[in-house]
């Protein structure tokens, strides 16, 4: 199994952290949404949401309850070394990670899928990165460069693949962009994927479990 001994990080700071985690408290929390319906038609797909109950025409996005490292620890270990705030979790008070956005073009619907993806960012760029986070009157475009915590299923190894993080206006979330132009997730960004594609790649995450079994009881959506 993956350890965070492999991950090659540098302690983030303190003041950065506690910034995020006041910011954190006046998030709403999530922890009683449900699993979604999802019902795919020839005429297009709508769900029945888990946190509001309406139907919405399209795909639920996925977003993974932490990096796989952490999800994969025993509960107790994991109440013990990790730490989550808002969109940022925390490792043995060393390894950040925060909340990005894959986005891949779907053919045929309007708006691109998204993966709620989890990034290693390191050194500096924590505090920079929280800054930014922030700031309700950031400015768009500052990048980041980081690291995949997540495996995405339907493609070779994503755990551990460098990324680019985009830097989006207020309150929308940092998009994820694969650096290797060459993985096939890189292509999928550019290209798009099929509806059946993505059928095949979500069903059985969202009928296996909540995407919110993470370190604390804060799902994301
Ligand atoms: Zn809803």
């Not at 949404?33 to 946190?51: H, L, M, N, Q, Y």
Request: aromatic residues 8%.
């Amino acid at each position: 199994m993956f350890g965070f001994l492999h991950v090659i990080g540098v302690a983030a700071g303190a003041g950065a952290l506690l910034w995020l985690r006041a910011r954190a408290r006046r998030r709403a929390a999530r922890s009683d949404d449900r699993a979604p319906v999802i019902v795919w038609t020839d005429e297009g797909v709508r769900f029945k949401c888990g946190s509001c109950d309406a139907w919405h025409v399209g795909v639920p996005n996925w977003h993974f309850g932490g990096p796989d490292a952490v999800t994969a620890m025993a509960p107790a270990e994991r109440a013990q070394r990790a730490a989550r705030e808002g969109d940022a979790i925390v490792v043995d008070e060393k390894f950040c990670f925060v909340l990005a956005l894959l986005e891949l073009p779907v053919q045929g619907m309007p708006e691109p899928y998204a993966w709620g993806v989890w990034v290693n960012i390191r050194g500096r760029d924590v505090a920079s990165f929280v800054e930014l986070y922030n700031d309700e009157h950031r400015p768009a475009g500052a990048t980041f460069e980081g690291r995949l915590g997540n495996s995405i299923p339907g493609y070779p190894e994503t755990r551990n693949l460098p990324v680019r993080l985009v830097v989006r206006p207020f309150p929308t979330r940092p998009l994820a962009e694969v650096v290797d132009d060459t993985h096939p997730l890189a292509h999928d960004q550019r290209a798009g994927v099929s509806q059946e594609a993505l059928r095949r790649q979500i069903t059985p995450l969202f009928a296996r479990e909540r995407p919110d079994a993470g370190p604390a009881a804060e799902a994301t959506v």
